[in-house]
């Protein structure tokens, strides 16, 4: 009789544990939602207008044409899709990312006269877009994604995107006229504490001078 009791027991208990791992594991937010995480650049073959990008994530097999007609492949199964840059652009670099199971797509564009960038979130399985976003600037620097927030640089730019609604949270242009620096490009931003650091690319080995703005804020704390 007290081994029946003892073996309900123990059933119990392990009933109890498992719905706690189950509950822990429906409340854990996703790695990919929360940690800060750079892009990956697409391989790119050709140039300017016959340009194509090819990458792979998450068992899928992406081809992005220049003019923004692309298609996703698995197995025999195809979903075509098409980014629609402005009429007269065309993509000239790629950076992807997942985020919250739906794809991310920073894209370099030009019209071969004048540059930019352009930001596009696509739903998954369906390869709709969600939304579109323009960064005023060329010479595109590889993006960082914190959360549910993009840091974005170009030439004399950098700004940080609301990733569900793809609206600028703040930005910053013109930093090559009133910030006392070049900022042709921007390496990799950084997270460091309370600021984010957006790092001018070094030229002919001399060193870039470093923008860093409040995270709270969106506000330059100093340039230095």
């Known amino acids: 009789m007290r081994l029946g009791g003892f073996a309900r027991a123990a059933v119990a208990l392990l009933c109890l544990a498992s719905c706690a791992a189950a509950q822990g594991e429906t409340l854990a937010p996703s790695a990919e939602s929360n940690s800060p995480g750079a892009f990956q650049k697409a391989t790119q073959t050709g140039a300017v207008t016959s340009a194509v990008f090819d990458f792979e994530l998450s068992g899928f097999s992406y081809h992005i044409a220049a003019n923004g007609n692309g298609r996703r492949t698995k197995g025999d199964k195809t979903r075509r899709f098409n980014l629609r840059p402005d009429r007269g652009d065309y993509i000239e670099g790629l950076y992807f990312s997942g985020y919250d199971g739906n794809l991310l797509l920073v894209c370099g564009v030009t019209d071969e006269e004048t540059g930019g960038g352009l930001v596009v ?91 860093r703005v409040s995270r709270k804020t969106g506000k330059i704390v100093r340039i230095e």
């Open 121 to 211: 979130k696509l739903e998954q399985p369906s390869m709709r877009a969600l939304w579109r976003q323009q960064i005023p600037a060329f010479n595109l620097g590889e993006p960082l994604r914190e959360g549910r927030r993009l840091y974005v640089t170009g030439i004399g730019f950098v700004g940080a995107l609301d990733l569900k609604t793809g609206m600028y949270e703040w930005k910053h242009a013109g930093l090559y006229e009133n910030a006392g620096g070049k900022f042709n490009s921007f390496e990799l931003p950084e997270i460091k504490g309370d600021e984010v650091l957006f790092r001018e690319r070094p030229v002919d080995n001399t060193p870039g001078k470093t923008i």
